[in-house]
């Protein structure tokens, strides 16, 4: 077979027929669609990744060069750099996000939905010669550790040099991904542009019976880097539909006890409800012993095993976080982590050109997150969304496993939410479609990681309502159908750490001290303690959850782990008629499931 050179490919771009005559893919579906979207857009030239660190660094100095990055003070941030966003382009876009199934009801009453040719052919009209004056990169990546059968792969053609850069941080992307694609020939093709960053001219679309993704006039994380969201949960999702496996937005972790004995938990829970401090937690002082590994904080890849073990890797390889409130009390590792090589969007910076956000705790903003002066009337300084990107290899509690083609072994599935009051502490599902009732039924208050009104209570199934490629009535019946085939499944668990007292004021410590919730999750699963069976679910005797050393009276402790049976009557109700807004193909199972609890509360 003929061999390609893979290095770098820097030219300018002529016409198709130029372009034709010097592939750098020997595949034909790739080097075709390539040349396609070269037409269309007309960028000067085209770039196809490499991967390597050098080829980072020249987008870092090219983007120094264009202003597009600014350098951070490098004796204390080494390779630390900040990027402002334009200001109306700085959190994901639901109401612009679609899924353009063939059949509208495929895509189901969770998604936005337009029909597929019109949606190609307004995309096709915003990208039509957008890329004239621009580079064009052809971005090759891996989702999950390279070579492994659980992984996927995907090109990204794009026109942002940050988004370039990001996707060094946060895929395995370059000439390895590009030779695994040749070999397989299957690959998710995303076309992404930043255009006009019009917000009026935005759009995020996904095909997913076409394997294919198109999104227009953004530059920020969700929406661009399509690796992430958009492939590795809204396009994956639906192929985990089709082929047996389950793409979720959960963070993996492994929990080690003092005996050296390790157990892997997969946990969802909506944007910023803490999941990359959960996937990062540090022991607190009074765990001697015990240690704690992240594989992922935000996506978790689950496939049964020969054995019917359900087993996760994580496809992603970096962490796109939420800066503020990282501090070295929080998230010491991730604190640690973002203190070089890391990417920082739209935070503030100190006197010093060190970054800056809100609780960080050390230094003072002078600039804010737009670039202006900072003065304590403005509001925030770095903005409630800004975030670092930075490979997941600096983390200092990153698990060696995380790279592993066979994954990890998953005990317990943990769904949780933001919920002020009614969700206790920790509670355990009675079986596995119980489980599929809790995590259907996940709520949480609105935060800052999308556009529109904080603080909400809204449905967010799973946490998956932004991110699942179709009808959520599919999905469930998806994940009910795991029962049939394993009898190993992992145990299901609820957590809610953010309860609140009649004061407005937090019951639980959270952070490192969630590790004591984790223990009893655990010790539920490998059958160690007794729990209190209640209809909502098991939940922990009092003193079943080790408070020593806390600040937790039983009296808290008891307030935490409260079941409000008429509130959870009312709640039951609600999630009822939720359910039954799915109407037809809502699974008769979770029907059965809901009329029991409901029941049983009654
Ligand atoms: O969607 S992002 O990846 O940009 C961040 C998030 O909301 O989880
Ligand atoms: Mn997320």
Redesign the pocket.
């Known amino acids: 077979m003929e061999s390609f050179s893979k290095v770098a490919i820097l030219r300018p771009y002529q016409s198709s027929t130029f372009y034709a005559g010097s592939m750098t893919t020997r595949l034909k579906a790739l080097s075709n669609w390539v040349n396609d979207i070269a037409e269309l857009t007309k960028p000067d030239q085209i770039h196809w990744c490499t991967g390597t660190s050098e080829e980072y660094d020249t987008f870092v100095q090219e983007m120094l060069g264009g202003g597009d990055l600014l350098e951070l003070n490098q004796d204390n941030y080494p390779d630390c750099y900040l990027h402002r966003s334009d200001p109306k382009d700085v ?2 876009v639901e109401h612009l996000t679609y899924v353009c199934s063939e059949n509208e009801i495929d895509s189901g009453p969770n998604n936005n939905w337009m029909p597929p040719t019109k949606a190609k052919e307004m995309m096709m009209g915003f990208f039509s010669g957008c890329m004239q004056g621009r580079t064009m990169y052809v971005i090759p990546y891996c989702m999950g550790p390279m070579g492994s059968s659980y992984s996927r792969y995907g090109v990204e053609i794009t026109d942002s040099t940050y988004v370039a850069a990001n996707m060094y941080l946060m895929t395995r992307m370059g000439n390895e991904a590009l030779s695994n694609i040749e070999e397989t020939g299957s690959f998710i093709k995303g076309l992404h542009s930043i255009g006009e960053l019009d917000p009026d001219r935005r759009y995020i679309m996904h095909f997913p019976e076409e394997l294919s993704i198109m999104s227009y006039g953004s530059g ?4 661009a ?1 399509l690796g ?2 958009c492939h590795a949960l809204r396009i994956a999702s639906y192929q985990a539909q089709t082929e047996g496996w389950l793409a979720e ?1 959960m963070l993996i972790v492994g929990i080690e006890n003092p005996e050296g004995e390790i157990h892997y938990l997969a946990c969802a829970f909506p ?2 409800c803490g ?1 990359t401090n959960l996937a990062m937690l540090i022991p607190p002082e009074s765990h001697k012993g015990w240690k704690v590994w992240t594989l992922g904080d ?1 996506i978790a890849w689950m496939h049964l095993d020969n054995e019917g073990q359900l087993r996760a890797i994580n496809p992603e390889a970096g962490l ?1 976080g ?1 800066v503020p409130g990282t501090n070295r009390k929080t998230n010491p590792n991730a604190y640690d982590a973002i203190s070089s090589k890391t990417i920082f969007t739209n935070v503030a910076v100190t006197a010093d050109n060190e970054p800056w956000w809100e609780d960080k705790e050390t230094g003072q903003p002078v600039t804010d997150w737009q670039g202006r002066p900072y003065t304590s009337e403005n509001g925030d300084a770095a903005h409630p ?1 800004s ?1 670092f990107t930075v490979s997941a290899q600096n983390n200092p509690g990153y698990s060696s496993l995380a790279e592993a083609a066979e994954g990890v072994p998953i005990t317990a599935l943990v769904f949780g939410g933001r919920r002020r009051g009614l969700a206790p502490l920790v509670y355990q599902a009675k079986d596995w479609a119980h489980g599929v009732l809790v995590g259907a039924s996940v709520a949480s208050e609105t935060t800052a ?2 556009t529109g009104e904080v603080g909400i209570v809204r449905r967010d199934p799973m946490a998956m309502k ?1 991110f699942c490629g179709y009808n959520f009535a599919d999905y469930w019946e998806h994940w009910l159908s795991f029962e049939k085939r394993s009898e190993k499944l992992p145990k299901i668990f609820h957590v809610n750490w953010f309860r609140r007292d009649k004061n407005d004021r937090f019951l639980w410590p959270g952070f490192g001290e969630n590790l004591r919730v984790l223990r009893w999750i655990i010790d539920r699963c490998e059958g160690r303690v007794e729990a209190d069976s209640l209809p909502i679910g098991f939940l922990p005797k009092v003193e079943s959850i080790d408070v020593s050393g806390l600040d937790v009276s039983p009296d808290v402790l008891a307030q935490l782990l409260a079941v409000d049976t008429k509130e959870w009557h009312e709640e039951m109700l609600q999630i009822g008629e939720y359910l039954e807004s799915y109407g037809d193909r809502l699974p008769e199972r979770l029907k059965t499931e809901h009329q029991t609890i409901l029941e049983a509360l009654t």
Not at 220 to 223: A, K, T
Request: hydrophobic share 30%; proline share 5%; glycine share 10%.
């Open positions: 959190a994901r920020y994380g969700g929406n880097l992430k969201k937005h944007s910023q999941k935000d796109f939420v969304n975030r990681a999308a932004p």
